[in-house]
């Protein structure tokens, strides 16, 4: 080894060592105030505040780190508490989860490879807006969508809240990759332009890697069966198209792939 990778490597240590410190820190801080919110001596509005910058700043703190456990659930964090409108009681014991596995994992638990898929699922679904939880059946069933758009992203997201499915979004391809490969969601489904890549590439990818090749795969699109910018889908894709066929596509995807 060179000194620059020596020094390189004791680089990163450290940076991983302060954010691990930050991070037992910040949930400190946040036990605290979920405590404060039980007890109702904080303002509902500005506890739900904080619990918001705080769980953004953990996400994007550990997206550069190699800490893949702490990225998973650090994500899903942010998902949860980006979607609240309001801190219940139900609400409360929920973030209290991320926040106990946040203690652990910062604490040095470890998580196997294969462990971490029902590590990540064993966490609350996020609560999709618009959508009242108390009469649908919630399934553990998780798609992952690999959707940039926000609005569109949102449309997808309460259809399959809907049906009672666990969502999560990944904006960035690369990052989907490796989320695919660490979680083992039941299905994908990505946009056909995801920037650098596009949705057929990244099916393609999932398609080569030994453990997501089985892993159902859906491109959302406009563009119509026969369309040329369709060549090279994955074998086994299906695709769901936008508009007025969006519904019936994704019906019948989830039938086709056996989703229930």
Sequence with gaps: ??????????????????????????????????????????????????????????????????????????????????????????????????????EKLADGEQISEADAPAVVRALPAKRTADIDF?????KNVEILLVLPEKAMSHIVERELAACGYRTSIIRDPFVAIETVVRTRPDMVMASMELGPMTGIDLGNALAAISSTQQIPFALFTSYEWGNPKLRGMPPRAALVRKGSKFGDDLAETLARFEIT
Excluded at 60 to 77: D, E, F, Y
Excluded at 134 to 138: A, F, H, R, V
Aim: aromatic share 4%; hydrophobic share 40%.
């Design 1 to 102: 080894m060179s000194a620059f990778d020596a020094a390189d490597n004791e680089n990163e240590l450290r940076v991983i060592n302060e954010f691990i410190e930050e991070l037992r820190d910040t949930a400190s801080h946040l036990q605290v105030l979920l405590g404060n919110l039980r007890s109702r001596s904080i303002p509902e509005t500005e506890g739900l505040q904080t619990l918001k910058r705080e769980a953004s700043n953990l996400r994007s703190h550990a997206q550069g780190l190699n800490l893949p456990m702490i990225k998973l659930v650090t994500h899903r964090l942010d998902e949860y508490v980006g979607e609240l409108k309001s801190l219940g009681v139900s609400e409360i014991d929920e973030v209290q989860v991320f926040i106990d596995k946040i």
């Design 134 to 138: 108390g009469k649908i059946e919630k």
